[in-house]
């Protein structure tokens, strides 16, 4: 069992940051591939942004390329996701995910066998 808490969301102004942090338990962490979701009000959960367990693979979304950035810290077992240059677009509920494995299905739900409750990231333009 794999436990996954998210924490940083919040309200912010179009043009802002916001630094989104995702802790782990249960599971080897370093071995784990892990991934951000997210899933605006009356819409699909989207892939925004996966790293492998030594970090030195990365995958984005077309629509966060450049402005996001994950990164992890196996010591901590934590993940973060640094979102910069904020649109009212990526307002949503975001979700970390846990995968036993790098795929290259990592930007598709169906790697991830654990999820996060989520938090909420609002824009306001």
């Known amino acids: 069992q794999v436990q996954l808490r998210e924490s940083g969301g919040g309200l912010v102004q179009a043009g802002g940051s916001l630094r989104l942090s995702c802790a782990a338990s249960?599971?080897?962490?370093?071995?784990?591939?892990m991934g951000w979701f997210r899933q605006a009000p009356g819409k699909e959960r989207d892939f925004v942004a996966a790293?492998?367990?030594?970090?030195?693979?990365?995958k984005y979304a077309d629509s966060v390329k450049g402005r996001f950035t994950i990164s992890r810290d196996n010591a901590k077992t934590t993940v973060s996701l640094q979102m910069n240059s904020l649109k009212a677009e990526d307002t949503a509920v975001y979700f970390c995910?846990?995968?036993?494995?790098?795929?290259?299905?990592?930007?598709?739900?169906?790697?991830?066998?654990?999820w996060g409750q989520g938090t909420q990231v609002t824009v306001s333009s």
């Open positions: 995910a846990n995968a036993p494995a790098w795929a290259s299905v990592v930007d598709r739900s169906i790697a991830y066998d654990y």
């Open positions: 249960g599971r080897t962490f370093s071995n784990s591939a």
């Open positions: 790293i492998s367990g030594s970090g030195g693979s990365t």
